[in-house]
């Protein structure tokens, strides 16, 4: 097994975090048929989005070595 993890800046995990709250709110609004907190569930993963763009989470992309089995 390899011990690269899920390694990346912390600011790149704040991108995600904030991108996951949205998803979790906008889901959150489909039982409770809430087209508000629909609104508010996008607007947070947009504002998520270009925090990742801002932080580049991008560049913390990984690629493992090739393995010789």
Do not use: C, E, K, Y
Not at 5 to 19: E, N, Y
Not at 37 to 47: A, C, R
Request: proline share 3%.
């Amino acid at each position: 097994m390899s011990g690269s993890g899920h390694g990346g800046r912390p600011l790149s995990w704040v991108a995600v975090t904030v991108i996951f709250i949205g998803f979790l709110v906008g889901g959150l609004a489909i039982p409770l048929s809430s087209w508000a907190l629909g609104g508010v569930g996008l607007g947070v993963v947009v504002v998520g989005g270009i925090i990742a763009l801002v932080v580049d989470v991008m560049s913390d992309v990984v690629l493992d070595t090739a393995r010789n089995n």
